[in-house]
């Protein structure tokens, strides 16, 4: 996907236009401004919003944002203790925090897709990709994040050499460890990197039609920018969904001995 | 479109954004959740006391309007015991007085009859002594004939 070759024109040009970040540096040490800036906002706005509900808590009447915010605390805690039988202070605000962000991403999805881009280049910036779960980095970071956090629960809980254990001699026994081991890395490798290409995968297809829509017709666009947007309100919400139940299922797995 | 540095960034924020909300957001919204969980558990226990101290209440008021109706029908028998009471009284009263009053009447009857007869013997000697010196066409002396005149006085009386 070499999305760094826009030199070309017409349809091709404009996609790739619209999948082009804009970044600083070279090679890896290249940083994506925009996927920086759009979450670092967005996690601004979830910050704002859950402290201004969080300030005003009362356990009296509720007001709006409080109510709001009780509806998310309470959706959130109910996955959690669905899933999560053991005690701890961190998986709760966790995945609450997952949630919101992903959602708050993906819903950058639902803005029209020329809208945000073209008032960034009237302000000089030529490119601008706002959707950050489309961009790998962002979506990996967590899934990394949420990797380290199993790697450390299943130490923490299960101690090293309980970690070490189950890594060799499950699920066929200590007479297969060779395969044992290759299975239970492929396991636990495969934990973030589906994580992440979920969501990336997901949002990413999903722009990449509202693009392809933008390019048609603009008698047609509505026809079918609408419905899709329909869904696309099913389906953003649906990827912070199974984000964050991932998130708790295998925080929850790292807390349980087999 | 390829991974770089940009994951580093990311994760950092992530991890802020994480340890912010477990800090500051997530304890007191719950906090503020579990209280009015307790405070509507308490309120459903308590509307269920009272419930229970109306139940209560009901069996006791009946059992007080039962005792009311019996003590009242109990206060109007003896009222009635009473009233009759006091009819029989002032019936015998009224009996008594009306003998006294007779009693009296007669007495009084009984004094005049004897004054009247009084007057009459009186009479009668006087109009007796005359009609006598008519007859006699003599003097009837008063104090030779006294013992006569009262006999005649007496069977008169």
Redesign the interface.
Known sequence: ????AHAAEGATGYIIHH???L?V?E??????LD??FF??VL?GV??WF??R???K????V?GLV?NF??LL??FV?GQVKDTFHGRS??I???A??VFC?VFLFNFMDLFPVDILPSIAGMMGVEYLRVV?ST????T???S??VFCLIIFYSIKVKGPIGFAKELMFQPFGPWMLPFNLLLKLVEEIAKPISLALRLFGNLYAGELIFILIALLPWYIQPLLSFPWAIFHILIITLQAFIFMVLTIVYLSMAHEDH | ???????????I??????W???K???P??????E??K??IADGLAAAERGQEQIILAEKKAITVLKEAKERSAEIVTLAQKRANEIVEESKHNAKLEGDRLILSAKAQVDQEIQQAREGLRQEITTLALAAAQQILGAEIDKSKHQDILNKVSNQLG
Not at chain 1, 27 to 32: D, H, K, P, V
Not at chain 2, 13 to 18: D, N, P, R
């Open positions: 996907m070499s999305t760094e999948l082009t970040s970044s540096g090679g890896f040490w290249r940083l994506n996927t920086l979450s670092v996690g979830f910050i859950f402290k509900a969080a300030e808590a009362t356990s009296g509720p409080q915010a009780e605390i309470e805690d202070q961190l709760a605000p966790l609450l925090t962000w950050p961009d790998l980095n962002a990996f970071a967590m990394i994040s | 479109m390829s991974i770089n540095a940009t994951l580093i960034g990311q994760m924020t992530f991890a802020l954004l994480v912010f909300t477990m500051y957001i997530w007191p919204l719950f906090d503020s959740l209280e009015r307790k405070k």
